[in-house]
């Protein structure tokens, strides 16, 4: 195996787009990456599409990786469509620096687009449930914020979380999200607002949800070659890992937990040395859960490492800085590689006013997606090296 | 890169299962698989799973791998739902081939499954034309036996080939189906049947279209050592090819031309080596076309070599032995795995009636899908080496 470097990255801005296609969607980062790199369209070997819900929505199923690179120019090489629920961007970029780093590719584009925002916000939520497993939480009627809201709860009673340490994450990433040009949601709120905004599933409030909204995202991943010819400081694919499912009681760690230890080993590093990190703030909470299993404090310490403003901008170990899913938005296929464009931007010192100062040289991607029996189905950590 | 063999391979019947789920027609051919290849299901690495249309059909989308691994009682590893509309199969062979050859994993684990058939003939066309570009065909209207046909007409007005070679492909294909036990459909039909059977899209008759139905294949890819430990002859992947469309001006040859060309070369074959093949006739003429295309004969000469008997069993290169798709079925994400099974079952000698002696040691594989753009979307070749 040989290393990768991330060579362009691009995304659009997230929103509520009726107007744009999911085509369209793709083309703008597409294209942006593609210049960035000052690499011949001709030159990329392989591409791999994430995409979740494109045929619920759009009705373009089956073939919407060939559709958006045919609007593209581009053609002939082999095109994957990959699918894994809110993980899709991250899945097509694990293959696509499995593609090149095997050798199988010299450059390898990944992209993620999605529309989910179709004027109809009960038709995206019955979609967006297609992400659970049919036969349990699809004959239970249950939809995603009532599935985190039992996690939430059950950690509450666990360890003690507050409401309000709860909130704080939403405000951190409402903070940080006003600050970039490509999220959603630039206001800021207070812990009041978070609060006292509408109830969705005890004890998940409105400003604690990701919002419904479209967006891509798309990057090239190349050779050390390409990387050093690109003129910016380059960034390495230290680990990608794919994780599934499967508590059981031998092994009683969660599947972040897991996934997470093994991108570790594979990128010689711990916890302590990540600078920087983009986590699946699908609903705030969330995000405290996940500073547990990635190991950035012990079990029941991240009530207090928000409460200390550690992970804010400013702080030892800032944590989407980009505004998370929570306020940046989180159009599901684009959202890994979205994640992963932010960790590249502050590592070259491009993120603008919510740059991190010196900018960092290890950072962290955690993707969820999906839930299957009970579980989140899918978790993509991937640890980057500059 | 390393030598990769084909251990496990099994499939479902195909046929119209109102009464089973996708699950379930995932279970039966992942178990047969392992059992066959007598390996511990926890040795697999990483799983692919093939699925076109499951969350259009039955609601499952996004985590379709997942949920029929969970019914597999696998868990953990990488799960990845690949969907290349009538290749999904194929494109989850390609890539389980890529992550063993590379060394990323010792043993992967293929799955295709689908359920097209829902009880209504119209939704399930509906579903299917969502393979082709919603904003060229998808506008236009036009299903795929519409696509297909102009592509006859053209084909016939170039090389005159007549109605009854059209016809007599469907008839050997049912010819081999009514061997087959894992066939749709296993009827005997002749020349006059085929022709006045009722007219789908003028020059294609209902005899001459592959059935809806539904159905499940798997395989297992791994090293040498667990091949040579199975005890059957080994079956080698000589080469695996995707391909995009891409006709310009420039590049006059069709996908399926470029496609097998580069496996070929990979292989270190050429079209007369080949000894048995399974290819992609979706629409029974379109056999003809791709033996022109692959090779097997010069342009303009495919009605010829159906006329003199050279691709029916007992012939110098028996085409679709398993029935083809117009007579075993076509569930599209099973049916690239299915063709292969059928080629390492011939190879094994393991294919009872319609065994072609002795076996053949050289095999292709053809699956194409989708389409876009006036051509199909995806080709996906591969050599088998015995």
Same mark, same amino acid.
């Given at each position: 195996?040989?290393?990768?470097?991330?060579?362009?990255?691009?995304?659009?801005?997230?929103?509520?787009?009726?107007?744009?296609?999911?085509?369209?969607?793709?083309?703008?980062?597409?294209?942006?990456?593609?210049?960035?790199?000052?690499?011949?369209?001709?030159?990329?070997?392989?591409?791999?599409?994430?995409? %979740?819900?494109?045929?619920?929505?759009?009705?373009?199923?089956? !073939?919407?990786?060939?559709?958006?690179?045919?609007?593209?120019?581009?053609?002939? +090489?082999?095109?994957?469509?990959?699918?894994?629920?809110?993980?899709?961007?991250?899945?097509?970029?694990?293959?696509?620096?499995?593609?090149?780093?095997?050798?199988?590719?010299?450059?390898?584009?990944? !992209?993620?687009?999605?529309?989910?925002?179709?004027?109809?916000?009960?038709?995206?939520?019955? !979609?967006?449930?297609?992400?659970?497993?049919?036969?349990?939480?699809?004959?239970?009627?249950?939809?995603?914020?009532?599935?985190?809201?039992?996690?939430?709860?059950?950690?509450?009673?666990?360890?003690?979380?507050?409401?309000?340490?709860?909130?704080?994450? %939403?405000?951190? #990433?409402?903070?940080?999200?006003?600050?970039?040009?490509?999220?959603?949601?630039? #206001?800021?709120?207070?812990?009041?607002?978070?609060?006292?905004?509408?109830? +969705? %599933?005890?004890?998940?409030?409105?400003?604690?949800?990701? &919002?419904?909204?479209?967006?891509?995202?798309?990057?090239?991943?190349?050779?050390?070659?390409?990387?050093?010819?690109?003129?910016?400081?380059?960034?390495?694919?230290?680990?990608?890992?794919?994780?599934?499912?499967?508590?059981?009681?031998?092994?009683?760690?969660?599947?972040?937990?897991?996934?997470?230890?093994?991108?570790?080993?594979?990128?010689?590093?711990?916890?302590?040395?990540?600078? !920087?990190?983009?986590?699946?703030?699908?609903?705030?909470?969330?995000?405290?859960?996940?500073?547990?299993?990635?190991?950035?404090?012990? &079990?029941?310490?991240?009530?207090?490492?928000?409460?200390?403003?550690?992970?804010? /901008?400013?702080?030892?170990? &800032?944590?989407?800085?980009?505004?998370? /899913?929570?306020?940046?938005?989180?159009?599901?296929?684009?959202?890994? /590689?979205?994640?992963?464009?932010?960790?590249?931007?502050?590592?070259?010192?491009?993120?603008?006013?919510?740059?991190?100062?010196?900018?960092?040289?290890?950072? /962290?991607?955690? #993707?969820?997606?999906? #839930?299957?029996?009970?579980?989140? %189905?899918?978790?993509?950590?991937?640890?980057?090296?500059?």
């Amino acid at each position: 195996m040989r290393e990768t470097y991330i060579l362009g990255v691009s995304m659009t801005r997230f929103g509520k787009f009726l107007d744009r296609t999911l085509q369209d969607l793709a083309y703008e980062p597409i294209w942006n990456a593609i210049r960035e790199s000052n690499i011949d369209p001709h030159a990329i070997d392989i591409a791999f599409i994430g995409n %979740a819900y494109a045929g619920l929505i759009t009705g373009q199923e089956s !073939v919407r990786g060939q559709v958006i690179l045919r609007e593209a120019g581009i053609s002939k +090489i082999p095109m994957i469509n990959v699918e894994n629920a809110c993980a899709s961007g991250s899945t097509a970029f694990y293959l696509a620096h499995k593609a090149v780093a095997s050798g199988q590719a010299e450059l390898a584009l990944a !992209v993620g687009a999605e529309k989910l925002f179709c004027g109809d916000t009960g038709r995206s939520l019955k !979609v967006l449930s297609t992400s659970s497993d049919q036969e349990i939480e699809g004959r239970m009627g249950i939809l995603f914020a009532g599935i985190y809201a039992m996690r939430v709860r059950g950690h509450m009673e666990k360890y003690r979380i507050t409401r309000e340490q709860m909130a704080k994450v %939403a405000v951190k #990433n409402h903070d940080h999200g006003a600050l970039n040009p490509h999220a959603q949601y630039r #206001n800021r709120v207070t812990v009041e607002e978070v609060l006292s905004s509408r109830m +969705i %599933a005890d004890p998940i409030t409105l400003l604690m949800t990701c &919002p419904l909204g479209d967006g891509g995202a798309a990057l090239l991943i190349g050779t050390k070659e390409m990387a050093k010819r690109m003129g910016k400081r380059p960034v390495r694919v230290g680990s990608t890992v794919l994780g599934s499912f499967g508590f059981t009681r031998k092994d009683e760690r969660s599947i972040a937990a897991r996934v997470s230890n093994k991108a570790y080993e594979e990128a010689g590093m711990r916890p302590r040395d990540i600078q !920087v990190a983009e986590l699946h703030d699908a609903v705030a909470p969330v995000e405290l859960f996940l500073y547990e299993e990635l190991g950035f404090c012990g &079990p029941g310490e991240s009530g207090r490492m928000i409460d200390e403003g550690v992970t804010w /901008l400013g702080g030892k170990l &800032p944590v989407n800085t980009s505004g998370g /899913l929570t306020s940046k938005g989180h159009p599901a296929g684009a959202t890994g /590689l979205a994640q992963v464009a932010e960790i590249v931007w502050q590592m070259r010192g491009e993120a603008g006013q919510r740059q991190i100062n010196p900018a960092p040289s290890v950072g /962290l991607v955690e #993707n969820g997606g999906g #839930n299957v029996a009970g579980e989140t %189905a899918v978790v993509a950590v991937h640890i980057l090296l500059a």
